[in-house]
Structure formats: C-alpha cells, structure tokens
C-alpha cells in the first residue's frame, strides 16, 4: 500500500501523532517532484 493511499484512511490518520500528518505530506509531496524532474 502506497503513502498515498494510507493518508486517505481515517483510521491511519488517528493512529498517527497530529506532528506527523505535515511531515508525510512533504514527503509525498517531495517524491512527487522528484519522480516529474528528470535530472541525473
């Protein structure tokens, strides 16, 4: 299952500490930058 998909449950959301829905949602948001750049 990916990032994406988990952050869309709402029971994965509960378990989570508030501090860290941010955090993973620059994650994926870095990794969707990364995977549309085509720089070596």
Known sequence: MTLILL????S????LEPCLFPK????????????IRCTP
């Open 24 to 35: 993973i949602l620059t994650i994926q948001q870095i990794g969707n930058l990364a995977a």
């Open 7 to 10: 952050r869309r449950f709402q």
């Open 12 to 15: 994965f959301r509960e378990n």
